[in-house]
Structures are given as structure tokens and as C-alpha cells.
């Protein structure tokens, strides 16, 4: 049996668990704190160290995932939406390895879920191109070609007709501030995936996040041509994700920002680390 751990930081919460990276089970319960407020790095930091305290001694050696709402580059976190600006071009694998006294696999959060949709969900055997969104705080996106993930897409910031950084009108945490009806929200989803699938010709729409429990309020709204779906993991996406990334190995690669294309371990083509 392997096992990582996989830690999901998000605008709102931090989750972690022990996960199965063979099955994508999770081993342990899912423990959940709330970001501190401003989501300053030692601040984070600090959460992320209380959680793995709480997780127990089986997975004293087991390797960590870490995934963060940012674009990661050769461990670096190079934006900052909804956290501190204090990460931008900050050196952020090495603060968490430095704190933690481990070494950590340091990637992207909705890189992380559509990692694990690949490996054990929704994209699962897709032959084509998966587009992975995550509701949330933001609007967080995976691209999946035939089990590769390009990371770091940052889709969630479109502008689209006059509306600027589309994730700051159609986010799930704007449906809950400004009290969308589910009608009015998917208003603006239907223009969002419109415009993903003008730009892209996906195969399959997956859409994560924690809204994704009530996905069949809103998803049977949608006018698309293009087949969607609740992640199959719902918001446990990040975590597995982050936890596979750290077992499997391709994490290193990710990081290092010398291969940008992560291939998924279900396939039987060669695994990143061969
Ligand atoms: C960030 C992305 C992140 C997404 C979901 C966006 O604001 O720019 O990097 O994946 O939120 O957390």
C-alpha cells in the first residue's frame, strides 16, 4: 500500500489527509481549518504545520503534496489572487520544506484536482481534452490532453465581453457574497464555458469545487455543446491530487519548471520518472 500526504491550501480552508495514491482513498479523516485571514505565508504556514501534527503516526514518513491557489514555477508561488501579494515571487516550496524540516511536492491547487480526476475520476480514461474548472474562492482550471497535464493554466482570469478577471464576477464564493439564485449564476457560468469552448473544443467539462455537491442545481442549466461534470472526487480533488503528485513522483519535474507536461500513471506509456 502507498501513501502521501496531500494538503489542499485554499482562499477559505486548508484541508489535509492520509491518502491511498494507488486508489485515491483517503486513509484518514479530512481535517479542515480555515485560512487565516489575509493568508500571509507564515501564517499558512503555521495551519499547514498544526495539520500534519493531527495527522497520525502512520504518516510520519509517508512524502507530502502541497498545493496552492497560485501559479507555481521552480517552486516559486508567481501570483496571488486570493492570499497575501507577499507570495508573489516567493520561494514558497522551500518556506514550507524549511518549516516543515521535510521535503514537499509544491504544485498548483486546481493542477493538483485535475491530476487526481485524471488519475482516479472523471477524467479517467478520457481520449481527448479535459478541461478541469474548480469553483471556489476562485475560478481555478486544468488542461488534460490524453492524460497530460499542462499546468499552471490560469483560466479562471479571462476577461470575457467587458467583464474583467471573469473568476472576480462568476466564483462560487461571489455566488454566496452576492446571493445568487442558481438560475442567475449559471447565467454566467453558461457565458464562462461558452467562451472555454470557443477557445479550446474540449471533450469533457469537469467542474470541482465544494459547490460541486449541488452540481445538479446548476449544471443541468447549462446550454453547451460540450459534455460536463461534477469532479467524481468533489472537493477532496486537491488533496488526493496533491498527495499522488508527491507518491508518483512527478512533482519533481513540475517544479523544476524543465518539463511542463505531467503524464498521468494510469496510462501504460512510460511514468515521468522513467
Ligand atoms: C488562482 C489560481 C487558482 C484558483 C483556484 C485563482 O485565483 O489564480 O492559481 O488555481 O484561484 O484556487
Excluded at 520561494?91 to 493538483?112: G, H, P, Y
Excluded at 460541486?212 to 488526493?240: C, M, W, Y
Aim: with cysteine; net charge negative; aromatic share 6%.
Amino acid at each position: 500500500m502507498a501513501q502521501a500526504i496531500g494538503i489542499d491550501i485554499g482562499g477559505t480552508g486548508i484541508k489535509g489527509g492520509l491518502v491511498e495514491v494507488t486508489t485515491g482513498e483517503l486513509l484518514s479523516d479530512r481535517i479542515k481549518r480555515p485560512t487565516p485571514e489575509g493568508g500571509e505565508p507564515d501564517d499558512i504556514v503555521k495551519v499547514v504545520h498544526t495539520i500534519l501534527a493531527e495527522l497520525d503516526d502512520r504518516s510520519a514518513d509517508a512524502p507530502i503534496g502541497v498545493c496552492f491557489p497560485a501559479i507555481v514555477r521552480n517552486g516559486r508561488t508567481m501570483s496571488a489572487a486570493n492570499v497575501s501579494k507577499k507570495w508573489v515571487g516567493l520561494a514558497a516550496e522551500q518556506l514550507f520544506e524549511r518549516a516543515l524540516a521535510r521535503d514537499i511536492t509544491f504544485v498548483n491547487d486546481a493542477d493538483a484536482a485535475g491530476y487526481a480526476e485524471s488519475e482516479f475520476g472523471a477524467a479517467k480514461d478520457v481520449d481527448g481534452l479535459v478541461l478541469m474548472t474548480t469553483l471556489g474562492t476562485g475560478i481555478g482550471s486544468a488542461i488534460i490532453y490524453r492524460n497530460l497535464l499542462v499546468p499552471n493554466a490560469e483560466l479562471g482570469h479571462l476577461d470575457i465581453g467587458d467583464r474583467h478577471d471573469y473568476e472576480t464576477h462568476a466564483s462560487n464564493a461571489v455566488r454566496e457574497r452576492k446571493e445568487l439564485s442558481w438560475k442567475r449564476w449559471a447565467a454566467l457560468l453558461q457565458t464562462y464555458y461558452e467562451k472555454l469552448e470557443f477557445l479550446f473544443s474540449p471533450d469533457l467539462f469537469i467542474v470541482g469545487g465544494g459547490v460541486s455537491k449541488h452540481a445538479d442545481e446548476f449544471l443541468p442549466l447549462l446550454q453547451l455543446d460540450t459534455p460536463i461534470v461534477p469532479a467524481a472526487l468533489r472537493n477532496n480533488a486537491g488533496i488526493l491530487g496533491a498527495a499522488a503528485l508527491a507518491a508518483h513522483g512527478s512533482g519533481d519535474r513540475y517544479t523544476q519548471g524543465a518539463e511542463h507536461l505531467i503524464r498521468s500513471t494510469n496510462e501504460s506509456a512510460p511514468s515521468p520518472t522513467a
